[in-house]
């Protein structure tokens, strides 16, 4: 059973550039969220979705960054017009639907690690 | 105040010692406590979970929570060189909070030295 799989591992991009990540949740999973990891940081949320359904995406800047998950296809987190303070890496997670006592437990991939040059 | 905080580290233990990991929290409305473990430069990975008061044990890891106090601890036992890495807490806020809307850590850097 394929765990949460994001790609690329790896994106660099270069000032004003769009940068698009993309995450498979795992075989069964219809939720899924991004997160964020800023050097020194811990992991904050951005966005959570369900199949083209938005959330919550109280985590989400204002401008520049958008997300999806379409009916057919992986997530998408888009990035447009990109600085260099968007360098981070950004996890994206999966979960099975809400489990005992609310507890959902969150699947994460190995993330892309973004560097704006 | 940060919502959840740790203690940064390095906490450094001598192998088959306990290793003693300390969050606390914020919001008194919240539900659910989590302990991942993160190696360098890898994804998260959850290791315990615990919503009610009291002590959850697995294997070597026991979480404690304690609502009162809004403090939830992860003990190590026979803590393991393999065990080196950063231990992230995370929490879910009260009721109507977006399931998976997790707040994390800062995460704690744990060295278990042979």
């Known amino acids: 059973n394929a765990g949460v799989m994001q790609n690329p591992r790896h994106l660099v991009r270069r000032r004003g550039q769009e940068a698009r990540l993309r995450c498979s949740p795992m075989k069964g999973h219809s939720h899924v969220y991004w997160y964020r990891q800023l050097p020194e940081e811990g992991l904050k949320f951005m966005v959570y979705l369900q199949k083209e359904n938005i959330i919550d995406e109280s985590g989400m800047p204002k401008e520049r960054f958008s997300a999806e998950f379409p009916k057919e296809g992986p997530s998408i987190l888009r990035i447009q017009q990109v600085v260099r303070g968007d360098s981070a890496a950004y996890f994206c997670?999966?979960?099975?639907?809400?489990?005992?006592?609310?507890?959902?437990?969150?699947?994460f991939g190995s993330g892309t690690q973004l560097s704006v040059l | 105040q940060k919502e959840v905080e740790q203690n940064s580290g390095p906490l450094s233990v001598p192998e088959g010692a306990i290793a003693s990991l300390n969050c606390t929290y914020s919001?008194?409305?919240?539900?659910?406590f989590f302990w991942y473990r993160q190696y360098s430069g890898k994804s998260p990975e959850l290791i315990m979970f615990?919503?009610?008061?009291g002590d959850k044990e697995d294997g070597r890891f026991t979480a404690q929570l304690n609502k009162a106090s809004q403090y939830v601890s992860l003990l190590i036992r026979d803590s393991q060189p393999s065990d080196s890495a950063t231990y992230l807490c995370a929490v879910r806020g009260a009721g109507g909070t977006s399931y998976g809307k997790l707040t994390f850590g800062q995460g704690t850097i744990l060295t278990v030295h042979p």
């Open positions: 615990i919503y009610s008061n």
């Open positions: 919001d008194r409305g919240s539900q659910s």
């Open positions: 997670a999966s979960s099975p639907p809400s489990g005992q006592g609310g507890t959902v437990k969150l699947f």
